[in-house]
């Protein structure tokens, strides 16, 4: 899995490399609109499957890896069954004002 735990202003890492592993980790499947769903705020994983429609395989793998990569926070609660929150981490929310303005622009010039 591609790391994009680069600093922000970490000038060691080449471009190209950092492009890479950005678009590798939200080019998968269903990765935007996990972000902007969760651009709205925390969210139960059931709740977020069912908004989204996704098989919870492919959200459980999804959200693995947007939490491996510290753009989504994991949180578990006491209750009985334990619920999970998902919600964005700064470096999440950062992603989704792109994310986000990506899907402006797509809505534009498919309308």
Same mark, same amino acid.
């Given at each position: 899995?591609?790391?994009? @735990?680069? /600093?922000?202003?970490? +000038?060691? &890492?080449?471009?190209?490399?950092?492009?890479?592993?950005?678009?590798?980790?939200?080019?998968? +499947?269903? *990765?935007?609109? #996990? #972000? &902007?769903?969760?651009a709205?705020?925390?969210?139960?994983? @059931?709740?977020?499957?069912?908004?989204?429609? #996704?098989?919870g395989? *492919? %959200?459980?793998?999804?959200?693995? *890896?947007?939490?491996?990569?510290?753009?989504?926070?994991?949180?578990?609660?006491?209750?009985?069954?334990?619920?999970? /929150?998902? &919600?964005?981490?700064? +470096?999440?929310?950062?992603?989704?004002?792109?994310? @986000?303005? %990506?899907?402006?622009?797509?809505?534009?010039? *498919?309308?």
């Amino acid at each position: 899995m591609p790391d994009m @735990n680069w /600093e922000p202003d970490d +000038k060691s &890492a080449p471009s190209a490399m950092v492009a890479d592993d950005f678009w590798d980790v939200l080019g998968a +499947k269903w *990765t935007f609109q #996990i #972000i &902007a769903t969760l651009a709205d705020g925390p969210i139960h994983f @059931n709740a977020l499957k069912r908004q989204l429609g #996704i098989p919870g395989s *492919t %959200l459980s793998a999804r959200l693995d *890896t947007l939490c491996e990569q510290s753009i989504v926070s994991r949180s578990v609660e006491n209750t009985s069954p334990p619920t999970v /929150e998902y &919600a964005l981490t700064p +470096k999440g929310n950062e992603i989704a004002t792109v994310v @986000n303005r %990506l899907i402006e622009i797509e809505r534009k010039w *498919t309308n």
